[in-house]
Nanobody, 128 residues
Framework: QVQLVESGGGSVQAGGSLRLSCAAS????????MGWFRQAPGKEREGVAA???????SYADSVKGRFTISKDNAKNTLYLQMNSLKPEDTAMYYC??????????????????????WGQGTQVTVSS
């Protein structure tokens, strides 16, 4: 059974950094599409970033140049390095995965793409 467990969230001041981790267990597929989403109270879910098993990445315009998605295949862990954080980045962050390549890595981030596997989320709070 596939499990995704996020960690690394917390409270930070504007301009600070956090690194989120998503440990995947029961997930040993050589092909994958994995990503990060976020949802703030009263707002719709927003795609943040995605990574394909061929190394392609895609980002939401709101985080380009500040966030970096990566995956350590040996540790089966997905990361999201978040720099220059802003109060508007405050949200619950979720990782998600599919056991196949992203159909269109840009669409995966920009549309309401429904992954098969989701984590429980980790809270990120950025104060001004």
């Amino acid at each position: 059974q596939v499990q995704l467990v996020e960690s690394g969230g917390g409270s930070v001041q504007a301009g600070g950094s956090l690194r989120l981790s998503c440990a995947a267990s029961g997930y040993t597929y050589s092909s994958y599409c994995m990503g990060w989403f976020r949802q703030a109270p009263g707002k719709e879910r927003e795609g943040v970033a995605a990574i394909d098993s061929d190394g392609s990445t895609s980002y939401a315009d709101s985080v380009k140049g500040r966030f970096t998605i990566s995956k350590d295949n040996a540790k089966n862990t997905l990361y999201l390095q978040m720099n220059s954080l802003k109060p508007e980045d405050t949200a619950m962050y979720y990782c998600a995965a599919d056991p196949w390549k992203c159909p269109d890595i840009v669409v995966v981030v920009t549309a309401k793409y429904e992954y098969n596997y989701w984590g429980q989320g980790t809270q990120v709070t950025v104060s001004s």
